[in-house]
């Protein structure tokens, strides 16, 4: 079976991808391999995807994908947006994250509490090309947390058309609609090619 690297540290993210390559590749994350923190430097999610997927390539010499992603959430002109992993702190905590969304909320009513998460997903290829592919996911900000499947803000994130948040739904559920099952349906038909012939 092929392998795909995966530049990313993050469990949650490891788990879908898992899912999503699912038969096709076995997936390697940065979980098991001794690479220093990459510093994401970036104000746009294709700027940090890039960075993370150059950087792994340079280290590793072959194909890499790397995933930046977050949570924009209207009513604060998009925040937190590229810096959604650490905007409670330093120490990337879901719990104290989502904590601090609701407090910024509390007094925003329901019409004005529209947010979507972004997922760009960056190929880096040994020949020194990279290449992104984007995907979002449009809901609100629920009034409470709901739900344990998932990670990240999935407890706070509410689908109108499905009536639950996003950690309420199963993973084939989220991965059909998700912000990165999208990016990943755009990779897969756009991007396919540059996977087979690395
Ligand atoms: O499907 C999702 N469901 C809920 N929350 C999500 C999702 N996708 C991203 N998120 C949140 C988690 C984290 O707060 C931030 C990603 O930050 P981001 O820098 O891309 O990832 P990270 O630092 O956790 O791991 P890494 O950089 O090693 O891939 O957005
Ligand atoms: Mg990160």
């Known amino acids: 079976m092929k392998t795909i690297v995966i530049a990313t540290k993050n469990a ?3 788990k879908e991808f898992e899912h999503m390559f699912g038969s096709q590749y076995k997936v390697e994350s940065l979980l098991e391999k001794k690479i220093d923190d990459i510093p994401e430097t970036g104000v746009t999610f294709e700027e940090n995807a890039i960075i993370k997927a150059e950087a792994v390539r340079d280290h590793l010499n ?14 604060l002109d998009g925040r937190p947006g590229v810096y959604s992993a650490r905007y409670a702190g330093e120490n990337k905590d879901d719990e104290a994250n989502m ?9 925003i009513p329901r019409d004005r ?5 972004v997922c760009v997903l960056a190929v880096a290829l040994p020949d ?3 290449h992104t592919f984007t995907g979002t996911c449009e809901g609100e900000i629920a009034e409470a947390r709901a739900g344990t499947n998932g990670f990240g803000y999935d407890p706070v994130f509410y689908l109108p058309g499905y009536k639950k948040t996003m950690a ?3 993973a084939e559920e989220k991965h059909r609609i998700s912000h990165r099952g999208r990016a990943l349906e755009k990779l897969w038909a756009q991007g396919r090619k540059l996977l087979l012939d690395s």
Request: proline fraction near 0%; include cysteine; glycine fraction near 8%.
């Open 99 to 107: 904590e601090k969304v609701l407090q910024e909320l509390k007094h």
């Open 128 to 130: 020194g090309s990279v």
């Open 12 to 14: 949650g993210k490891v």
């Open 168 to 170: 309420e739904l199963n």
């Open 113 to 117: 509490r529209s947010a979507r998460f």
């Open 62 to 75: 072959c194909t890499v994908i790397a995933d930046d992603s977050g949570l924009e959430i209207d009513a």
